[in-house]
């Protein structure tokens, strides 16, 4: 069960008004993504209520907020229409279903410690997710903040309906959203610390009522049932029967919820430089998708819009979450009234630039000046997120990274070690070649040894003792860089150490460290005889042994 750090009064208020922003945007947010789920809109509520509360008390992230998500409601709602109403009660029971479904996973995945696959999470792939994410989410609400009923269902193809239907802007609509969005920029600048979210909703509820912003053509939330959830289980009967279908889809939407909930985390937990632990999370987001299941709502996920809220509003505790969670149940119980009319185009303009603040162009321009192919990295993950969706882009960012890795090791900076001036040992590059010592080269492999740079690894071996004066004696590979050794890797150093010895040359090695000489040892490279030295732990030792114990390294 994840702690509230000790809290004072001034950061336990903080906590509480940063909680009440969450409450004030998450609730028409999740209200919304009902629309996307197919459900009734009181049920995008229950996902603020049991849900986020179990994964604040037992996940482990103390800045993620979990709730109703897109990308899930998206795959829920795709896999569910060939097979009931929306809305309907069979409806509600497969949602249930898959939720308890995602649980289960979920905690399988816990307890198989997949935790592992966040790992393939480098930051310039959450910064990437992140941006996309953010990019997605402003495009999306763009159409409402203008008053245009937008056509199509990924994020260009609701632009491009955007932006042909142009001409069908409501000016009332637009105007409230300007207005909203002015109020809190301004705000930000002139005075940060104010809740500029939270007071724009309460004042656009507030003029809607007082002006009737619905009977002047002014979009509204709408009315809103009131009352807590049933609890209750799904029928087993009913999941049983399309066990094929909910399974794939629980998988599938398992999968978005490990990927985007570890990316969230672990991006919020490297800004405050925090520890977390994805072990918990996993728990603390099955024990929220199940809560979710007993309560009749849908599939939960780590928001990242939701933590940007958070966080922008100054919350940076479970504490703003667990306030956010009391807020809904009073709503619930006796303010469902004034969100009818909280203004669509007003919520818009808010989720809007909550998107907007998701997008990392600081870090983008840091990527682009310090390492430029993980910039290119980032820029990918994020349009793909944009074009294909969260789902699909979590696994192609994953791939890029990894290719990206493969591609340096494919191509290690390798070197040789030579005698400077002043008698110190330093590394020169592969081309200008030349010995340690006389008789003695020491060339420095600096990555992994397998099968995609074994290639390189003979043909500079070849070259070095091919070019070497004559009278070369030993070949020494330092492994100080290499942490393994894979089975072509280790064919070809026996290629190599044949090659050799048929020109009266000796292939050692230099500084491995036991688990590599164990690998080194069961390729059959350890020593011909007892006597023979094949393996060095120093430079010092290597020269010892070369030119004889009078010998010293400085």
């Given at each position: 069960m994840s702690?509230?750090?000790?809290?004072?009064?001034?950061?336990?208020?903080?906590?509480l008004l940063a909680g009440a922003t969450l409450a004030a945007l998450a609730i028409p947010e999740v209200m919304g993504y009902t629309r996307i789920a197919g459900t009734p809109v009181v049920t995008g509520l229950y996902t603020l209520l049991l849900p986020a509360a179990l994964f604040a008390f037992f996940g482990s992230?103390?800045?993620?907020?979990?709730?109703?998500?897109?990308?899930?409601?998206?795959?829920?709602?795709?896999?569910?229409?060939?097979?009931?109403?929306p809305a309907s009660g069979e409806w509600m029971q497969f949602a249930s279903a898959l939720a308890l479904g995602c649980a289960a996973l979920l905690l399988v995945a816990r307890t198989a410690r997949l935790s592992f696959l966040a790992d393939f999470l480098s930051r310039t792939v959450l910064a990437g997710f992140l941006t996309g994410v953010g990019v997605q989410v402003a495009l999306g609400e763009l159409p409402s903040a203008l008053?245009?009923?937008?056509?199509?269902?990924?994020?260009?193809?609701?632009l491009a309906s955007t932006l042909d239907r142009f001409r069908d802007l409501r000016p009332g609509d637009a105007l409230v959203a300007g207005a909203v969005l002015a109020?809190?920029?301004?705000?930000?600048?002139?005075?940060?610390?104010?809740?500029?979210?939270?007071?724009?909703?309460?004042?656009?509820i507030a003029a809607s009522s007082y002006f009737g912003f619905e009977a002047r053509g002014i979009s509204v939330i709408g009315s809103l049932q009131g009352g807590l959830p049933r609890l209750g289980l799904p029928d087993p009967t009913l999941a049983w029967q399309h066990a094929s279908e909910l399974g794939s889809a629980a998988f599938a939407m398992s999968l978005v919820i490990l990927a985007?909930?570890?990316?969230?985390?672990?991006?919020?937990?490297?800004?405050?430089?925090?520890?977390?632990s994805l072990d918990a999370d996993l728990l603390g987001l099955s024990l929220a998708n199940a809560g979710a299941a007993i309560t009749g709502a849908f599939v939960v996920n780590g928001s990242p819009t939701k933590t940007q809220m958070v966080d922008s509003a100054g919350g940076r505790t479970q504490l703003a979450h667990l306030a956010m969670v009391a807020i809904v149940l009073v709503v619930l119980l006796f303010f469902t009234g004034p969100i009818a009319h909280l203004p669509r185009a007003a919520l818009s303009a808010v989720v809007l630039l909550i998107g907007l603040d998701l997008v990392r162009a600081r870090e983008l321009r840091r990527f682009h000046a310090v390492?430029?192919?993980?910039?290119?990295?980032?820029?990918?993950?994020?349009?793909?997120?944009?074009?294909?969706?969260?789902?699909?882009?979590?696994?192609l960012a994953m791939l890029l990274s990894l290719?990206?890795?493969?591609?340096?090791?494919?191509?290690?900076?390798?070197?040789?070690?030579?005698?400077?001036?002043?008698?110190?040992?330093?590394?020169?590059?592969?081309?200008?070649a030349g010995e340690y010592a006389p008789g003695l080269i020491?060339?420095?492999?600096?990555?992994?040894?397998?099968?995609?740079?074994?290639?390189?690894?003979?043909?500079?071996?070849?070259?070095?003792?091919?070019?070497?004066?004559?009278?070369?004696?030993?070949?020494?590979v330092d492994m100080d860089a290499v942490d393994d050794v894979d089975f072509s890797a280790g064919e070809t150093l026996s290629d190599l150490r044949r090659l050799l010895a048929g020109r009266g040359v000796s292939l050692k090695f230099l500084r491995p460290s036991p688990s590599v000489l164990q690998q080194l040892a069961r390729y059959g490279l350890h020593a011909t005889s007892q006597s023979e030295n094949w393996v060095f732990a120093s430079l010092r030792d290597l020269r010892h042994h070369y030119e004889g114990p009078s010998a010293t390294d400085p």
């Open positions: 702690a509230i750090p000790p809290l004072g009064r001034t950061s336990f208020a903080t906590e992230s103390r800045h993620l907020v979990v709730g109703a998500d897109s990308a899930t409601a998206a795959i829920m709602a795709g896999a569910l229409l060939p097979l009931a109403q008053g245009i009923e937008a056509g199509g269902s990924g994020t260009l193809a609701r109020f809190i920029v301004a705000l930000r600048r002139l005075a940060p610390r104010i809740p500029g979210a939270l007071i724009a909703v309460a004042a656009a985007q909930s570890a990316a969230t985390s672990r991006a919020y937990a490297w800004k405050y430089d925090e520890a977390y390492r430029r192919s993980e910039f290119w990295v980032a820029i990918a993950t994020a349009a793909a997120v944009v074009v294909l969706g969260v789902e699909r882009a979590i696994i290719i990206d890795h493969v591609r340096r090791g494919y191509r290690p900076h390798n070197s040789v070690v030579l005698k400077g001036p002043d008698g110190h040992a330093q590394l020169a590059s592969v081309e200008e020491v060339y420095r492999f600096g990555h992994s040894m397998y099968y995609a740079n074994a290639d390189v690894l003979a043909r500079e071996v070849t070259r070095l003792a091919d070019e070497a004066p004559a009278g070369l004696r030993w070949f020494v």
